[in-house]
Each structure stands twice: as C-alpha cells, then as structure tokens.
C-alpha cells in the first residue's frame, strides 16, 4: 500500500518561495510518474506538475516559469520548488504517483495524503 507525506507549506508573502516536499513508501518509486496537485479554497483539485523516470516534466500553464519539480530516488522523495509566489497559489498541496502520466493528469484517486498548506499573503 502506498503512504504519500506531504511537507513543507507554510505563510509566506507574495514572491517569495517554498520548497514542498513529498515522502513515497510502499511502491518502486523509480517506475512511477509523481506529481503535485493543489485544491484552493471552494475551488476543484488541479493538476500542478508531474515528473517522470526519465525525467521528462509536465508544468501547468498557471506555473511554467515559476515552480520546479524534481525527485531523490535514493530518498524516494520529490521536491516542488516554488517561486515568485501569487495570492492565487495559495491552496493545500498534494501528491500522488501513477505509472501513467495519462491518468496522473487526470488525479481520480482514492487515496491522498494529508496534503500541505500554502498561504501566499498579497
């Protein structure tokens, strides 16, 4: 069974940065996609970013430019670095694995972790 932690959120004002973290156990991390989600206030869950074995990313429009995603295979741990923060990233941050990016993007899942919250003040 997958465990999925989220780290790493916290207040922060507008352009600054944070660096979220994500802790995979229980499934081979290295033959999985991950990816980061976020669900605002009131709003649907969204897709973020997305990093694949090889190392190919995906980037949501609202991000490309700002966030970075990465991965420590030897710490099964990928990484969100997010800069020049907006009011409007403020949200609970989440992430999940899939062998397909297809069905990463699509993020219906049952099972999430406890997410991370971002508050970016203006």
């Known amino acids: 069974q997958v465990q999925l932690v989220e780290s790493g959120g916290g207040l922060v004002q507008a352009g600054g940065s944070l660096r979220l973290s994500c802790s995979v156990s229980?499934?081979?991390?290295?033959?999985?996609?991950m990816g980061w989600f976020r669900q605002a206030p009131g709003k649907e869950r969204e897709f973020v970013t997305a990093i694949g074995w090889s190392g190919l990313t995906y980037y949501a429009d609202s991000v490309r430019g700002r966030f970075t995603i990465s991965r420590d295979n030897a710490k099964n741990t990928v990484y969100l670095q997010m800069n020049k923060l907006k009011p409007e990233d403020t949200a609970v941050y989440y992430c999940?694995?899939?062998?397909?990016?297809?069905?990463?993007?699509?993020?219906?899942?049952?099972?999430w972790g406890q997410g991370t919250l971002v508050t970016v003040s203006s």
């Open positions: 229980g499934r081979t991390f290295t033959s999985y996609f």
């Open positions: 999940n694995i899939d062998p397909s990016i297809s069905r990463l993007r699509v993020g219906a899942y049952d099972y």
